[in-house]
């Protein structure tokens, strides 16, 4: 997703999700355990795959992506929901905290476990697995396979969590406005919490064929520290 230039920060702004206005605050969540059935791990009751999908001003490949994966998942035979998180103020991009919002929202209509893709980016190899993560988080979108990004750290693009991963690591930070950032502090919290992340290994596709980045005509800083 790229970022706004539109200056300052915003109290408390909206998104919209489903038809649906949801309201987030800019600090970090803070997700309560609450022992019902829809909280408990799913045991071989088959799992419910939440596609978070942080969302402005991109309607173009949204059109694109939607059946895309809908037909990517459906290979897959992957139960899923796609959540369209659309920010709707004036204020710099926060993918961090619609990505929360959807992880409330998901966990609300059965999902038990998510993935982050950002929109503008389109899995092509079937072996790429969404299927629910059962030794730890997954990078889809590699360092070695995604088409910019090359750094050993990187943690964007595409994640699949589970319901009890994302919640033990306290979601994803708010604090971020803007291009960036915090994807580098959802790779802190989980390295800090003892997550081993798994990319995707012995593939038979590589930087130039493994995904399609649909974005077209915007400049980009991949300069990091």
């Given at each position: 997703?790229g970022?706004?230039?539109?200056e300052?920060?915003?109290?408390?702004?909206?998104?919209?999700?489903?038809?649906?206005?949801?309201?987030?605050?800019?600090?970090?969540s803070?997700?309560?355990?609450?022992?019902?059935?829809?909280?408990?791990?799913d045991?071989?009751?088959?799992?419910?795959?939440?596609?978070?999908?942080?969302y402005?001003?991109?309607?173009?490949?949204?059109?694109?992506?939607?059946?895309?994966?809908?037909n990517f998942?459906?290979?897959q035979?992957?139960?899923?929901?796609?959540?369209?998180?659309?920010?709707?103020d004036?204020?710099?991009?926060?993918?961090?905290?619609?990505?929360?919002?959807?992880?409330?929202?998901?966990?609300?209509?059965?999902?038990?476990y998510?993935?982050?893709?950002?929109?503008?980016?389109?899995?092509?190899?079937?072996?790429?697995?969404?299927?629910f993560?059962?030794?730890?988080?997954?990078?889809?979108?590699?360092?070695?396979?995604?088409?910019?990004y090359?750094?050993?750290?990187?943690?964007?693009?595409?994640v699949?969590?589970?319901?009890?991963?994302?919640?033990?690591?306290?979601?994803m930070?708010?604090?971020?406005?803007?291009?960036?950032v915090e994807?580098?502090?959802?790779?802190?919290?989980l390295?800090?919490?003892?997550?081993?992340?798994?990319?995707?290994?012995?593939?038979?596709?590589?930087i130039?064929?493994?995904?399609?980045?649909?974005?077209?005509?915007?400049?980009?800083?991949?300069?990091?520290?």
């Amino acid at each position: 997703m790229g970022p706004r230039e539109d200056e300052g920060t915003p109290g408390r702004p909206s998104a919209i999700l489903g038809g649906r206005n949801c309201y987030y605050e800019p600090e970090d969540s803070n997700f309560t355990d609450v022992e019902t059935d829809l909280e408990k791990e799913d045991q071989g009751s088959g799992h419910k795959l939440a596609v978070l999908v942080p969302y402005r001003d991109r309607f173009e490949e949204l059109m694109e992506f939607i059946p895309h994966m809908q037909n990517f998942l459906k290979i897959q035979k992957i139960e899923h929901k796609i959540y369209v998180l659309n920010q709707v103020d004036s204020y710099r991009f926060n993918r961090a905290a619609l990505i929360n919002v959807g992880f409330e929202l998901s966990m609300l209509d059965g999902s038990d476990y998510i993935v982050m893709n950002d929109v503008d980016i389109l899995p092509l190899n079937q072996e790429l697995s969404y299927e629910f993560p059962t030794k730890g988080p997954v990078h889809l979108a590699a360092p070695n396979l995604h088409p910019m990004y090359h750094f050993p750290q990187f943690l964007g693009a595409i994640v699949v969590l589970t319901r009890s991963q994302f919640k033990h690591i306290d979601g994803m930070s708010n604090k971020y406005w803007g291009w960036g950032v915090e994807d580098d502090e959802l790779y802190l919290r989980l390295t800090h919490a003892g997550f081993n992340i798994s990319r995707p290994e012995n593939i038979s596709t590589g930087i130039h064929n493994t995904f399609r980045q649909v974005t077209e005509n915007i400049v980009i800083n991949i300069f990091r520290k």
